[in-house]
């Protein structure tokens, strides 16, 4: 697979140039120079098909020139080896619960399937890889155990204090090995910039071999099409169809996955873009002017991104026409009182715990369903994190409704260690720098 830079449509690299290289050195991001369309036969028959023949069948299509079919195979039989369950909650409504891997978030798609693609590609005797990584929550969890014990690659998560829940912040920071985490004084976007500046400095890049594990890393984004057609699989076996996918967006990586899934051939008819109170593109879609603003924290807190890195990535698939765009993507924003009150009413309703994220891609379906009470589609709204990493969010009721994981409790008797810093450039890059 070749891919370009969103900014360069000249500039153009190869699937492992663009793995270990993360983003382009002008800022941009990589994107496929070719989506290939899937078989109309695969397309149709998706009912026929496992998980991880979906997974492959998928990936293949993208990658068969970079990874051998056996080896790819193997690799994806490894990274995907957890469901992904579509489960009705009523005629029409489905819930994809996405967060039954290891870190109990949808986020495991990506970072294992990255994390064994980067080993695949690593040579020994290679020069050590140093993955950095910003966090708004859910993803430093998955990269870390992802990652964890890895030869020849070290991990730095950035996360924002105050800002993630205590499970979370557990997953961050108390995993040792080749994994350390940095608190940083600021906001998810303040991570994310400390990253992004880390990418474009020379004397970092020289002294390092550095790549990120944040979506925009492409390894991040194409396993995460396998949920879209997998679901779509369940779906169909159930004999329903014109089906409508909700999802909580917050960097819009999630979302921008299902619109490269939708470009290979999808069978969707909709997409619906819900976020919280950071709400940079429900006001682009209202007004045309993408106006990003500080991100303001909420309860669903991996939604809480005011400049989402992938909507450039969005905007390519559409060629910058809007008028397109819009016509396949809607978008709602919900405040934190509202995100309360759909986790009583889900609850209510179906007996059903949704996390704050997951909550929230249930209102947009209201919404969707309010603006167009004559059509007759199915609705999956997107689960992005198990409950038992909100506790305080719930009733006591709701609580005890919670399945704790097992993996939960191992989690809580481990201690945090994670290093304090300002949101300060030449500090985190000294950081980086010492160890080097």
Not at 7 to 32: E, I, R, W
Not at 52 to 59: L, M
Not at 225 to 230: D, E, G, L, Q, V
Not at 277 to 305: C, H, I, K, W
Request: glycine fraction near 4%.
């Amino acid at each position: 697979m070749k891919l370009y830079s969103t900014n360069n449509h000249d500039l153009k690299v190869d699937f492992q140039s663009a793995v270990f290289n993360s983003m382009p050195q002008d800022k941009g991001l990589y994107m496929p120079t070719e989506i290939p369309v899937l078989e109309a036969d695969f397309l149709e028959n998706l009912d026929k098909y496992t998980l991880p023949e979906i997974a492959y069948k998928v990936a293949s299509a993208l990658l068969h020139e970079d990874i051998p079919a056996e080896d790819l195979k193997a690799l994806i039989d490894d990274a995907i080896n957890f469901p992904a369950p579509a489960k009705r909650l009523n005629e029409e409504t489905y819930v994809l619960e996405l967060f039954h891997g290891p870190s109990l978030a949808f986020k495991d798609f990506g970072a294992r399937f990255m994390s064994r693609v980067m080993a695949y590609f690593l040579k020994d005797g290679e020069q050590m890889l140093d993955v950095l990584v910003a966090t708004s929550g859910d993803t430093g969890g998955a990269v870390a155990l992802g990652f964890l014990g890895v030869p020849n690659t070290r991990v730095t998560i950035l996360y924002p204090k105050g800002k993630v829940s205590e499970i979370q912040e557990l997953q961050l920071c108390s995993n040792g090995q080749n994994i350390r985490a940095i608190e940083i004084d600021g906001t998810f976007d303040d991570c994310q910039a400390l990253v992004k500046q880390a990418f474009a400095d020379d004397e970092l890049n020289a002294e390092m071999r550095l790549t990120s594990a944040n979506s925009i890393n492409i390894s991040r984004l194409i396993p995460q099409t396998f949920y879209y057609f997998n679901a779509v699989a369940q779906l169909y076996r159930e004999g329903k169809r014109d089906v409508v996918f909700s999802v909580p967006s917050g960097n819009f990586g999630n979302i921008a996955a299902g619109l490269l899934a939708w470009k290979m051939g999808l069978p969707v008819k909709q997409f619906i873009a819900a976020t919280n109170a950071n709400d940079t593109v429900p006001r682009f879609l209202e007004t045309g002017v993408y106006e990003t603003r500080p991100s303001v924290q909420t309860y669903a807190n991996a939604m809480d991104v005011g400049a989402p890195s992938n909507w450039v990535r969005i905007m390519e698939l559409f060629k910058q026409d809007t008028v397109k765009l819009k016509e396949l993507v809607k978008s709602y924003r919900y405040t934190d009182d509202d995100t309360v009150k759909a986790i009583n009413d889900i609850y209510a309703q179906f007996h059903y715990v949704a996390c704050p994220h997951t909550a929230i891609a249930w209102l947009a379906v209201q919404a969707f369903k309010a603006d167009h009470p004559s059509a007759e589609d199915t609705f999956v709204f997107l689960s992005t994190a198990h409950a038992c990493k909100f506790p305080d969010i719930f009733s006591e009721e709701m609580a005890a409704q919670i399945d704790a994981p097992r993996q939960l409790e191992e989690l809580k008797k481990k201690a945090k260690s994670a290093t304090h810093m300002d949101v300060d450039f030449e500090a985190f890059k000294a950081f980086l720098l010492q160890e080097a």
